[in-house]
C-alpha cells in the first residue's frame, strides 16, 4: 500500500509539473509572456490543478483503489 502511495503521490508531482511547463509552453507560443511573465502563468496552472484534483479527490481515490479491490476480489 505505501508503493502505490509513493506512485500516486509522483504520478501527481508529474502531471502538475507537466501542468507548470505546459502552461509557460502556450504562454511563449501565444506570447502573452510579453504582457505576464510566463512563470506566473505556470503557477496560475498548477494552482488551478491542484484545485481540479481538490474538488475530484473522491473520485480520483476510487479510481486509484478500484483495481486494488478487484486483486482482492478474486483471491
Known sequence: MIILGLIGFLFF???GY?????????CVFSRLDKIINKKIVGVLSVVVYFY???????????AFMK???NLATIS
Open 18 to 26: 507537466f501542468a507548470y511547463t505546459f502552461a509557460q509552453c502556450l
Open 52 to 62: 481540479y484534483v481538490y474538488i475530484n479527490q473522491d473520485a480520483i481515490v476510487e
Open 67 to 69: 483495481p486494488i479491490n
Open 13 to 15: 508531482g508529474a502531471i
